[in-house]
């Protein structure tokens, strides 16, 4: 059997619309959760997206380094062995640091 309320019918709505109330603003936190998670996702894509074209300039300059240094070497041996050489030094130099 059902307990009433002195103020009846009263009580039930309040109940009533306490429910739709939370369940409104469970409602806006999964949409809003899900916008974030939206934008997360689309950020992640770029880095990635970034990432890759990063990659693929590394690699083609550093096939453009090679056929330099090939080219280099084939051209002007001690030239290159003297660069060689500097940049070493100063490798070295920056390393005991």
């Known amino acids: 059997m059902a307990q009433s309320s002195p103020y009846g019918d009263r009580d039930t709505s309040l109940k009533e619309k306490a429910t739709e109330g939370f369940e409104k603003m469970a409602d806006k936190a999964t ?57 070493g030094f100063v490798l070295g130099a920056l390393w005991k640091r």
Request: net charge negative; aromatic share 2%.
């Open 31 to 87: 949409d809003q959760v899900k916008h974030l998670a939206d934008r997360a996702e689309g950020a992640a894509g770029r880095v990635a997206e970034h990432g890759r074209d990063a990659g693929e300039r590394m690699q083609e300059v550093a096939g453009n380094f090679k056929g330099a240094v090939d080219k280099s070497v084939k051209e002007q041996p001690i030239a290159t062995l003297a660069l060689a050489a500097i940049a």
